[in-house]
């Protein structure tokens, strides 16, 4: 069993930054995968970004990639995201996902273990 703990987000205004994390413990796989994902009310969890083991590879959704940074730290089990430039748009309950195949891609099946979540409020 994995755990993961977000933590990290909070209010802020339009424009500003924020970042989150996540730290995985237990039982963890070497080579695996970490992403992020959200869910605004009345709205399908998305694929925020992701990022492979080795970090040479990682994606992002199209309305983030030039905004939002995924960055991870092995040593820490500990995944980033660097939101700037956000918008009220953003606002959601950001989660991140552990995928044990590796998988840093926008489909949430292959993600085997979800935290909790951490709430990201944009003001306008």
């Known amino acids: 069993q994995v755990e993961l703990v977000e933590s990290g987000g909070g209010l802020v205004q339009a424009g500003g930054s924020l970042r989150i994390s996540c730290t995985a413990s237990?039982?963890?796989?070497?080579?695996?995968?970490m992403g992020w994902f959200r869910q605004a009310p009345g709205k399908e969890r998305e694929f925020v970004a992701g990022?492979?083991?080795?970090?040479?590879?990682?994606r992002y959704h199209d309305s983030v990639k030039d905004r939002f940074t995924i960055s991870r730290d092995n040593a820490k089990n500990t995944v980033y995201l660097q939101m700037n430039r956000l918008k009220p748009e953003d606002t959601a309950v950001y989660y991140c996902?552990?995928?044990?195949?590796?998988?840093?891609?926008?489909?949430?099946?292959?993600?085997?273990?979800w935290g909790q979540g951490t709430q990201v409020t944009v003001s306008s």
């Open positions: 237990g039982r963890i796989f070497s080579l695996y995968a």
């Open positions: 990022m492979t083991w080795s970090g040479g590879r990682s």
């Open positions: 996902g552990y995928s044990r195949k590796d998988y840093s891609g926008p489909r949430p099946e292959p993600y085997d273990y």
